[in-house]
């Protein structure tokens, strides 16, 4: 293996994400670190398996708008009907350290909330630093209905996954060629 290949072998692409460290591992495997702000979302099938769609969102602001983010939302929910999925997870990208931002908390509150009275709901809301990813939130694993989100004073609370260090170099100029990304 070089140092740009994307494939795990402890990473099973079709297997449900039953747990936050599952979630994480998938997560960590497409994001190894920040490049850009944008906004990633990911689609889930009923059994919390990973779908072969991820849709971006480049030059998102600081701070979520709340008609962008319904318009987002929107365009997800499309998705979400012409693949089947039945759960999303967004990670917003940002450059800078893992350190939870009030930009952060403002993002993962509105897009818990983006998909709420809609069929296809939020599975889990996760950053994605120089220092890797960390999940904000994540609302359960397999059967917790769609859009039985907490409420946002509630996340803190949320199942936490320590990532592993992911700054190096090496590591941010591998993300950068590779072709996936």
Excluded: K, N, Y
Excluded at 82 to 97: D, I, L, P, Y
Excluded at 142 to 163: H, K, M
């Amino acid at each position: 293996m070089t140092d740009t290949d994307t494939a795990s072998p402890a990473l099973d692409l079709h297997r449900p994400l039953e747990t936050t460290l599952d979630l994480h591992r998938l997560l960590t495997h497409f994001f190894p670190v920040a490049i850009r702000r944008q906004l990633w979302t990911l689609f889930l099938d009923a059994a919390d398996v990973p779908l072969p769609v991820v849709v971006p969102l480049e030059g998102i602001p600081l701070r979520p708008l709340p008609d962008a983010v319904g318009r987002w939302a929107d365009a997800v929910q499309a998705v979400a009907r012409e693949f089947g999925a039945s759960r999303v997870v967004f990670v917003v990208e940002r450059t800078g350290s893992r350190a939870v931002r009030a930009s952060d908390t403002a993002w993962r509150d509105a897009l818990l909330r983006s998909l709420d009275d809609r069929p296809c709901g939020v599975r889990a809301v996760a950053t994605c630093t120089d220092d890797g990813v960390d999940v904000l939130i994540d609302v359960g694993a397999l059967g917790a209905a769609p859009g039985s989100a907490p409420s946002p004073a509630s996340t803190e609370e949320a199942p936490l996954v320590e990532p592993a260090g992911q700054a190096s170099p090496s590591r941010r100029a591998a993300s950068e060629r590779v072709a996936v990304r």
